[in-house]
T-cell receptor
Framework: DSGVTQTPKHLITATGQRVTLRCSPRSGDLSVYWYQQSLDQGLQFLIQYYNGEERAKGNILERFSAQQFPDLHSELNLSSLELGDSALYFC??????????????FGPGTRLTVT | AQRVTQPEKLLSVFKGAPVELKCNYSYSGSPELFWYVQYSRQRLQLLLRHISRESIKGFTADLNKGETSFHLKKPFAQEEDSAMYYCALQTGANNLFFGTGTRLTVIP
């Protein structure tokens, strides 16, 4: 157990809907990262937050957004969902945010199915 | 732009045989590379990082800047090595860019 928690475990929703995925980092970790794992694209970095501020963006669609709250938990919001958004969404955390080769600790993921 | 390539989606070896999982990268900066592993029903976790130059569970990986490779090797595969292996490149903001992964199956 990495100490990173994600809820919900599974989510099934319809196209056009909006969902929120939640992540609680390990105690003391300031950075949170979101990744999307789909069958055809592999594991892709979406976005990183460090101590409440957006630090870096990867291949995140405009329909997606995220935030990190003062208690350091993070939420990933996915809107106007399409069938292609069906994937496993992972959250990871690490102690620091930049220029340090810190291990990232991954959560168990949220499996999103869009029907 | 950064890119990580793992050319083999699937790799099967017999127990006791050597194993090599290939990883090539493309990055204009100074690369920091990792291997992450996901065992069945477990979370993705760090296996090793190139700056540590360590051997974990018998696995080693050497960064070859000339060939832009970071292949993962083990001289004698064990059944418990069966897992999904991801090569990852870290950029300046500590973001990881992953390859598409190689599923290793060790045949008893």
């Amino acid at each position: 157990d990495s100490g990173v928690t994600q809820t919900p475990k599974h989510l099934i929703t319809a196209t056009g809907q909006r969902v929120t995925l939640r992540c609680s980092p390990r105690s003391g970790d300031l950075s949170v990262y979101w990744y999307q794992q789909s069958l055809d694209q592999g594991l892709q970095f979406l976005i990183q937050y460090y101590n409440g501020e957006e630090r870096a963006k990867g291949n995140i669609l405009e329909r997606f957004s995220a935030q990190q709250f003062p208690d350091l938990h993070s939420e990933l919001n996915l809107s106007s969902l399409e069938l292609g958004d069906s994937a496993l969404y992972f959250c990871a955390s690490s102690p620091q945010g930049a220029r340090d080769s810190y291990e990232q600790y991954f959560g168990p993921g949220t499996r999103l199915t869009v029907t | 732009a950064q890119r990580v390539t793992q050319p083999e989606k699937l790799l099967s070896v017999f127990k006791g045989a050597p194993v090599e999982l290939k990883c090539n990268y493309s990055y204009s900066g100074s690369p920091e590379l990792f291997w992450y592993v996901q065992y069945s029903r477990q979370r993705l976790q760090l296996l090793l990082r190139h700056i540590s130059r360590e051997s974990i569970k018998g696995f080693t990986a050497d960064l070859n800047k000339g060939e832009t490779s970071f292949h993962l090797k083990k001289p004698f595969a064990q059944e418990e090595d069966s897992a999904m292996y991801y090569c990852a490149l870290q950029t300046g903001a500590n973001n990881l860019f992953f390859g598409t992964g190689t599923r290793l199956t060790v045949i008893p």
